[in-house]
């Protein structure tokens, strides 16, 4: 018995540990392909060569990784089947436990268009390359009304290639296996896969709004935009939470203000 529980004590630190390695690769090669493209504008051709076999090469290596994880994953599949779907309990008026749901719509009204396809960051890069655009739908034109007079927005968009299932406690990136509740993190795998990111204007065409870095994949569903409004919406006694409790943590930050490093 009691190997038995060591045994399963293991593979969970290994799940924890396997999902890390992902993760922190992810972020490492979109440092690299941003430091690609930067050596081709300055033409450095062999240099750039050799980094674009080491990013693909990079690339296969989180595949088998990836690979490794689902592997993990499977002995527990039929668990997820059998709790998924359930609805949120309430306690009715005699104390009994009663299930309730309620189903709410959303309409799309836009697409976001940026250069990634594959990979993206994981916060809004301010400085990024590439052409980051929120195309609305004709019928809300209109709603952009002075919006130009706003340094920056928030834009609220659908995660719509979310393929992990939902957990209640996640192992955040960079953190060495650090498990936290879905509430307490920036994860995009959420009860609603919503998704919300602060961008700076850069100019408004018609539909169109030109901005800074977007940490979202191309053809990105838009569900709404807000203004950015001094002083309400930035709070000075704001802190870093449980984050500033981890060894290190200004690593960790270099990592959620998309800064690129050596480690």
Same mark, same amino acid.
């Given at each position: 018995?009691?190997n038995k529980?060591?045994s399963?004590s293991?593979i969970?630190?290994l799940?924890?540990?396997?999902?890390?390695?992902?993760? #922190?690769n992810?972020?490492?090669?979109?440092?690299n392909?941003a430091?690609?493209n930067?050596?081709?504008?300055?033409g450095?051709k062999e240099?750039?060569?050799?980094? &674009?076999?080491?990013i693909e090469?990079?690339k %296969?290596?989180n595949k #088998?990784?990836e690979?490794a994880?689902k592997?993990?994953?499977q002995?527990?599949l *039929?668990?997820?089947?059998e709790?998924s779907g359930?609805?949120?309990r309430?306690?009715s008026?005699r104390?009994k436990?009663?299930?309730?749901s309620?189903?709410?719509?959303?309409?799309?009204i836009? /697409?976001? &268009?940026?250069p990634?396809?594959?990979n993206? =960051?994981y916060?809004?890069?301010?400085?990024? %390359?590439g052409?980051?655009?929120?195309?609305l739908?004709?019928?809300?034109?209109d709603g952009?009304d002075?919006l130009s007079?706003? !340094? !920056?927005?928030y834009? /609220?968009?659908?995660?719509h &290639?979310?393929?992990?299932k939902l957990s209640?406690?996640?192992?955040?990136?960079w953190?060495?296996?650090? &498990?936290v509740?879905v509430?307490?993190? $920036? *994860?995009?795998? $959420?009860?609603n =896969?919503?998704? @919300?990111?602060i961008v700076h204007?850069?100019?408004?065409?018609?539909?169109? @709004?030109?901005?800074?870095?977007l940490?979202?994949?191309?053809?990105?569903?838009?569900l709404d935009?807000?203004p950015y409004?001094?002083?309400?919406?930035?709070?000075?006694?704001?802190?870093?939470?449980?984050?500033?409790d981890?060894n290190?943590y %200004? #690593?960790l930050?270099?990592h /959620?203000?998309?800064?690129p490093?050596n480690h």
């Amino acid at each position: 018995m009691k190997n038995k529980k060591t045994s399963k004590s293991d593979i969970n630190k290994l799940k924890l540990l396997v999902s890390y390695w992902i993760e #922190h690769n992810k972020e490492h090669i979109q440092d690299n392909q941003a430091w690609l493209n930067k050596i081709e504008k300055m033409g450095l051709k062999e240099v750039a060569v050799q980094l &674009r076999k080491f990013i693909e090469l990079s690339k %296969e290596a989180n595949k #088998h990784i990836e690979l490794a994880n689902k592997k993990l994953g499977q002995d527990h599949l *039929s668990e997820l089947k059998e709790t998924s779907g359930k609805s949120p309990r309430v306690k009715s008026g005699r104390g009994k436990v009663k299930y309730k749901s309620e189903s709410i719509n959303f309409n799309q009204i836009g /697409i976001i &268009r940026t250069p990634y396809k594959d990979n993206a =960051p994981y916060q809004p890069v301010h400085e990024d %390359e590439g052409t980051f655009c929120i195309e609305l739908n004709p019928q809300y034109v209109d709603g952009l009304d002075k919006l130009s007079k706003f !340094y !920056y927005i928030y834009v /609220i968009y659908y995660i719509h &290639r979310i393929k992990k299932k939902l957990s209640m406690t996640i192992s955040t990136p960079w953190t060495d296996g650090t &498990r936290v509740g879905v509430f307490s993190s $920036r *994860s995009p795998v $959420r009860p609603n =896969p919503i998704g @919300i990111s602060i961008v700076h204007i850069k100019k408004i065409k018609d539909n169109k @709004i030109f901005t800074s870095g977007l940490d979202v994949f191309d053809e990105t569903p838009l569900l709404d935009i807000k203004p950015y409004v001094k002083d309400l919406d930035s709070k000075s006694d704001a802190n870093y939470g449980w984050i500033s409790d981890i060894n290190g943590y %200004e #690593h960790l930050l270099l990592h /959620i203000k998309g800064i690129p490093h050596n480690h």
